[in-house]
């Protein structure tokens, strides 16, 4: 299962919980999440822990900023998130928020896949090969025009 479109899928979650049975790094212990929508067709949602008020993250649909943003989902998630087909695949990334916002990072390297179907969800960590860091540009640089 190859990854490399991009599609709204934030609004085919907008108010579900999706389960991350500990995989959600640094955050094991919580495994239920509700995603919001920012905003409608916006590429953004929150997705906030209900076992705990005061943890919650700012996702985005990766292709939208990174049209060239691809991976393999290993079999072994496919199992645990019961995929079987890409149809059922959303996936986000974490965005780390900063001043001005044009200078906001994501990361590219533990991408969030959630199995539409069911809602089971998992953060996974790609392979080295990947070129993939953890603080990429949310933005990439617009090269300013010669003037000629």
């Not at 906030?48 to 005061?54: H, T, V």
């Not at 292709?63 to 995929?83: A, G, Q």
């Not at 533990?110 to 996974?124: K, M, S, Y």
């Amino acid at each position: 299962m190859c990854l490399g479109e991009g599609r709204f899928m934030i609004q085919l979650l907008h108010e579900r919980v999706v389960q991350f049975k500990g995989s959600l790094l640094g955050f094991e212990e919580l495994n239920e999440f509700s995603i919001t929508a920012v905003e409608e067709d916006s590429p953004y949602a929150y997705m906030q822990s209900l076992q705990d008020e005061s943890i919650g993250f700012l996702v985005a649909t990766p292709f939208i900023f990174h049209p060239d943003y691809t991976f393999e989902i290993e079999e072994k998630d496919k199992t645990l998130l019961e995929l079987k087909s890409q149809e059922e695949v959303a996936v986000f990334n974490l965005v780390t928020i900063k001043e001005p916002f044009t200078q906001s990072t994501v990361n590219l390297l533990a991408p969030v896949i959630i199995n539409l179907t069911n809602g089971q969800a998992r953060q996974v960590v790609l392979p080295p090969k990947s070129n993939y860091g953890t603080s990429e540009l949310l933005f990439r640089e617009i090269p300013e025009k010669s003037g000629e």
